[in-house]
């Protein structure tokens, strides 16, 4: 018998399993074939070691046919084994010849009758021939004996710790299924391993055959994948990835590198194998490439997808942009769309740990679940993400309403893929529903527990202790004087009950606290569906929310009200004071008892006469006469009594606002108490008691920066990180931040000279803010127009201690007309401001009309805030 077959494989240099062609449906038909009157030595097993120079010779023959069409002749059978014996012939070569003139192979004895066959001569010959070369076996070192190991001696952990990611040379030398090969790796030392390798990332169907007491088991597909394998990787040379240990603790799974590309990608695309997602996550180089296969091979229906039905589109709102409202859980947040709609969204495939309830030793057991809450908290509230529903689930039992599941992105990060990766969250696994990003949260999860990050950790799990401050009176009683001593303190806004009212967390102290803004009167919300709302209640509320729910604020504690709750300022961003906000928007009114006691009572009427003046929200339908009214009635029947004082301007602002020091008795009082302050501190000790900490409000003596000269000054912050103190310099108006070695209790025989320094502001103008256009160069005019000057200030009003004044340079004019309030309007930069009581008496009205009409010029010339044109309100005039 004759004929041409592929080479399949090669058991020892001296037997070939040949393969006929593909059949449809079924792997081709193989025979194994003994060349006839050589013999080469055998390779061993587990219980036998290699004859010297098997696995060379093995190795020789492997390279010259596996994979090679050859010709066959079929000499005899075997009876009692059913094994053929005959010859190979390569390009016509006879391959027993070629094996044993390279030494591959010796001559068998053979019967006589065979002794002068014409390939028997031959053979004889070519076997002198490497005799005498000392070819292969016939060579005279001890090369030829390998060391191989059958199974792995020790732990497969071990194993995989010492060798994995590195890319060994390997034999595959059986296929079992089409993911399961067993392969002779060759180690860094020299010696040979032979393991069962499950290839990372997929599953072919599978093949059990064979085993006693189990029926056996042929998935579809499972023949066609496995030789799908055989013809590309079966005894050829590779590289082997191992990457982890299967479940089990002793199947070691890897990835397979041929020249020709990588098989587990290869079979996926072609519909023989499925994504294993359970070992995806090690795959090296990462998941998408065998993902990308897999949705290739579902498209076009391949095999074992051949009945794949895609799932139905999903609509048109599945992928929008949002502002995070609120986040509920380390896993739920809520967001707030760009139309104002606000729409509950889980995380695609996360789980975040759970609150556990129990109490031990005062400690509440917290598990993860705060950690992954403020994880969330800190890196999305009130930030702009991308959201993508990935998929919704059904109501049930625990969850009423569809579950919207999404992936939300800050910028190009994925946020439950970082929860992950900490340790904060289990990924959720599923067949079904899944994430875009499903790989990559397996690979996070796997590379935490790796890490040991987060709940993956051996450290025993975080506890925490809230302490609530405002659970009564006579308990916040006992906090206030330590949250006063403080100044301002870092807080997070837990919960929003109406515009002025607050839950917060203190992180610092470890406390809870009801928060309740001073010097406001804000309209209350609704609690319950039953329950009406305020006239714009709701709205406050809402505006607050926006701006605060969740957020870092300092706060300032006052003094506390009946049932316990705080009072003080609060400031978002280190400088937006909170209730001013409120006041703007024409969302609150102000408290008049617990205004006048804030240190900011300025900027909270300042913010209440702006709303009154733009009519906003409650102040909508009021009638402007009737504010007009709220005012002190102006006496037309009467000469205004207006109130000329000497001063100089010692502190600037911005352009319009400024401090001012009154020339009188007092100023010389001022040096010399100065001049007595150095004294003191100089022969005295200049170091501060022990404990001693300035409370906010206090006045202190403190070493001014620029000069290292003591001043008095009155505490406006305590900033705790960096030991430092903010401070106002009382008798001048300027301010700024000092270390506490620069502050010292200000002895009592320095506080009996009132305080220099007064706040103004200009009357009749609106002067840009230094961060505003042409503010700054409004700040510089009105400097060189004061800077140095003894200067008159006519007090057109006081009000909350800010004095409105209209101020005159007597060197340059004795003109009531030409003050520096209209130097600035005439330059183009100020605008005109007329809704004052002042500048509605008739005594006034020359002065009004010097305003508008240097108005009028600034416009005509397009000079700086009018280069582009009238500007201005005309209500504003």
């Not at 003139?101 to 019967?111: C, H, K, Q, S």
């Not at 030789?227 to 479940?247: A, C, D, P, T, Y």
């Not at 995070?324 to 789980?351: F, H, P, W, Y």
């Amino acid at each position: 018998m004759s004929g041409k077959a592929t080479v399949k494989s090669v058991l020892s240099a001296d037997m070939v399993v040949l393969s006929g062609r593909p059949r449809p449906g079924a792997p081709p038909a193989t025979r194994t074939l003994g060349l006839n009157y050589i013999q080469a030595p055998k390779l061993g097993n587990k219980d036998r070691d290699d004859e010297p120079f098997a696995f060379a010779a093995r190795n020789y023959l492997r390279k010259l046919l596996v994979g090679k069409e050859v010709m066959f002749r079929v000499d005899y059978t075997v009876p009692s084994t059913g094994r053929e014996y005959g010859a190979l012939y390569l390009n016509q070569e006879n391959v027993a010849h070629t094996l044993v003139r390279e030494g591959w192979a010796d001559v068998r004895e053979v019967r006589a009758s065979d002794a002068e066959n014409v390939d028997v001569e031959a053979l004889y010959s070519y076997k002198a021939e490497a005799q005498a070369a000392k070819r292969g076996i016939w060579a005279d070192n001890e090369s030829g004996v390998r060391k191989a190991h059958y199974n792995l001696e020790g732990d497969a952990e071990v194993f995989l710790e010492k060798y994995k990611g590195q890319h060994l040379p390997a034999i595959i030398e059986n296929i079992r299924d089409g993911s399961t090969v067993r392969a002779c790796l060759t180690l860094p030392n020299g010696e040979y391993q032979y393991i069962t390798l499950m290839i990372s990332g997929i599953r072919a169907p599978m093949i059990r055959q064979g085993i006693a007491n189990t029926e056996d088991v042929v998935e579809p597909f499972a023949e066609e994948a496995k030789f799908f394998v055989e013809s590309r990787l079966l005894q050829r040379e590779v590289r082997v990835i191992l990457e982890l240990v299967g479940q089990n603790g002793n199947n070691l799974f890897g990835s397979i590198i041929h020249p020709a590309g990588n098989i587990a990608e290869a079979l996926v695309s072609q519909g023989l194998a499925k994504v294993a997602d359970w070992s995806i996550t090690h795959v090296t180089g990462g998941p998408t490439v065998l993902r990308e296969a897999e949705r290739k091979a579902q498209a076009s229906k391949l095999r074992l997808w051949q009945d794949h039905v895609d799932k139905a589109k999903k609509g048109a709102d599945h992928e929008f942009d949002a502002t995070v409202a609120r986040v509920m859980t380390g896993d739920t947040i809520i967001v707030r769309t760009s139309k104002g709609q606000e729409r509950k969204l889980r995380l695609s495939n996360i789980k975040a740990p759970t609150r556990l309830a129990q109490q031990q030793k005062g400690f509440e057991i917290a598990s993860f679940d705060y950690e992954a809450k403020e994880f969330l908290r800190k890196r999305l509230i009130g930030k702009n993400v991308h959201v993508t529903v990935d998929y919704v689930k059904p109501p049930s039992d625990q969850f009423p309403e569809p579950t919207h599941c999404a992936t939300v992105k800050v910028g190009e990060i994925n946020v439950g893929e970082q929860l992950v990766l900490k340790g904060l969250a289990d990924v959720i696994k599923s067949r079904e529903d899944r994430s875009q990003f499903y790989d990559q949260l397996l690979v996070a999860e796997a590379k935490a527990k790796e890490e040991g990050k987060g709940k993956h950790s051996a450290k025993e799990p975080p506890k925490y202790k809230w302490s609530d401050a405002s659970e009564n009176a006579a308990k916040a009683k006992q906090f206030l004087p330590h949250f006063q001593r403080g100044g301002r303190t870092t807080a997070i806004v837990e919960y929003v009950a109406n515009g002025s009212r607050f839950k917060l967390i203190i992180p610092k102290e470890s406390s809870k606290i009801t928060f309740v803004l001073g010097g406001v009167r804000c309209p209350r919300a609704a609690r319950t569906a039953s329950e009406k709302s305020e006239p714009f209640g709701a709205e406050a509320l809402d505006f607050i929310s926006r701006r605060c729910q969740q957020r870092e604020v300092e706060i300032e504690i006052e003094s506390l009200d009946k049932t316990g709750g705080f009072i003080g300022t609060m400031w978002l961003h280190k400088t937006e004071n909170v209730a001013a906000q409120l006041l703007e928007e024409g969302l609150a009114s102000i408290h008049s008892y617990s205004a006048e006691q804030s240190k900011y009572s300025n900027q909270l009427y300042a913010a209440e006469r702006a709303a009154k003046e733009d009519r906003k929200n409650i102040w909508a339908n009021v009638d402007p006469n009737a504010l007009a009214q709220e005012e002190e009635e102006v006496d037309t029947s009467k000469p205004i009594k207006k109130e000329y004082l000497d001063i100089v301007v010692s502190e600037i602002v911005s352009g319009g606002h400024f401090y001012v020091q009154i020339i009188n008795q007092n100023i010389e009082g001022l040096e010399k108490l100065m001049s007595e302050l150095g004294i003191h501190h100089k022969q005295g000790s200049t170091s501060a008691p022990e404990n001693w900490k300035p409370r906010v409000g206090e006045i202190i003596s403190a070493k001014f920066t620029e000069d290292n000269q003591w001043y008095r000054a009155k505490v406006i912050r305590n900033v705790t990180e960096s030991k430092s103190v903010e401070v106002l310099y009382v008798d001048y108006g300027n301010a700024e931040t000092i270390p506490l070695s620069r502050a010292l209790p200000l002895p009592s025989q320095f506080s009996k000279l009132p305080q220099q320094a007064q706040e103004a502001v200009l009357s009749y103008v609106k002067v840009p803010e230094i961060k505003d256009d042409f503010g700054l160069e409004a700040a510089n005019r009105f400097r060189d127009m004061v800077s140095g000057r003894q200067l008159v200030g006519v007090v057109e009003q006081r009000e909350h201690s800010v004095m409105h004044l209209t101020l005159y340079d007597p060197a340059i004019s004795q003109d009531p007309d030409r003050s520096l309030n209209v130097e600035l309007v005439r330059d183009g930069l100020a605008t005109v401001f007329l809704k004052t009581r002042y500048a509605r008496h008739p005594g006034n009205q020359s002065m009004v009309a010097k305003f508008q009409e240097s108005t009028a010029l600034a416009k005509r010339e397009r000079l700086n805030l009018f280069e582009y044109g009238d500007n201005t309100a005309d209500d504003d005039i």
